[in-house]
């Protein structure tokens, strides 16, 4: 079945640093969305994407969808203690899954 | 704009007893999902609504879950009876589109069940 992997599953950074987050499908995906939970909250949406090879911005943000659209990253620039949490991957494929998740820690 | 509302924020019962959620989506938002979030993953699909249909319920336990969405806009998912497994984090979300491609989802504070 459609599986959404995510490496890593944990990342600290001391603040200032960047950090990127990775997600793969195991199957073709017609978009892809991230999410971010702070801890003890729930999921917060981010972007979508959905063009083969998309890049988008958000501020310090970076997403990309693969050529492929098997395959999404994200990227902080200069991370601040605001960025903790776990940034999900979301997809849809022949189900819509989301990704196992990388915790993110910053370490002021 | 008020967003998701889902009520209870916590529960705790004992297995075998029967539980229910209950979540109003935002205001205007006709897709409603429901999903189960166990500690250290990401949320699992359970049931998406289109309006009152219940369009993709292939993830959702049919032995034990239920769930409806009588007219449209609030919606309950129910456990019955309850299973030690079944302690996790409960979420409902909306959103405005219905398309075959999952659109920008709000995500409700969710229920934690405790089965003991």
């Known amino acids: 079945g459609q599986q959404v992997m995510q490496i890593p599953q944990y990342q600290h950074v001391q603040e200032g640093e960047d950090f990127t987050t990775y997600c793969n499908s195991s199957?073709?995906?017609?978009?892809i969305q991230w999410y971010k939970q702070r801890p003890g909250g729930h999921p917060v949406f981010l972007i979508q994407?959905?063009?083969?090879?998309e890049v988008k911005k958000q501020k310090r943000l970076t997403f990309q969808f693969g050529e492929a659209k098997k395959n999404s990253s994200l990227h902080i620039t200069a991370t601040q203690t605001t960025d903790v949490g776990t940034y999900f991957c979301?997809?849809?494929?022949?189900?819509?899954?989301f990704g196992t998740g990388t915790s993110l820690t910053v370490i002021p | 704009e008020a967003g998701v509302v889902q009520s209870p924020r916590y529960k705790i019962i004992e297995k075998k007893q029967p539980v229910a959620f209950w979540c109003n989506p935002i205001?205007?938002?006709?897709?409603l999902y429901w999903y189960r979030q166990n500690l250290g993953q990401g949320p699992e699909l359970l049931i998406r609504?289109?309006?009152?249909?219940?369009?993709?319920d292939s993830q959702l336990p049919k032995d034990r879950f239920s769930a409806e969405r009588l007219k449209g806009v609030d919606s309950t998912l129910k456990i019955q009876p309850a299973e030690l497994g079944d302690s996790a984090v409960y979420l409902c979300?909306?959103?405005?589109?219905?398309?075959?491609?999952?659109?920008?989802?709000?995500f409700g504070p969710g229920t934690r069940l405790t089965v003991t």
């Open positions: 994407l959905v063009k083969s090879g």
């Open positions: 199957t073709t995906l017609s978009n």
């Open positions: 979301a997809g849809t494929g022949n189900q819509f899954y």
């Open positions: 205001s205007g938002h006709n897709t």
């Open positions: 609504y289109e309006n009152e249909e219940a369009v993709d």
């Open positions: 979300a909306s959103s405005s589109t219905g398309t075959a491609i999952f659109g920008e989802q709000y």
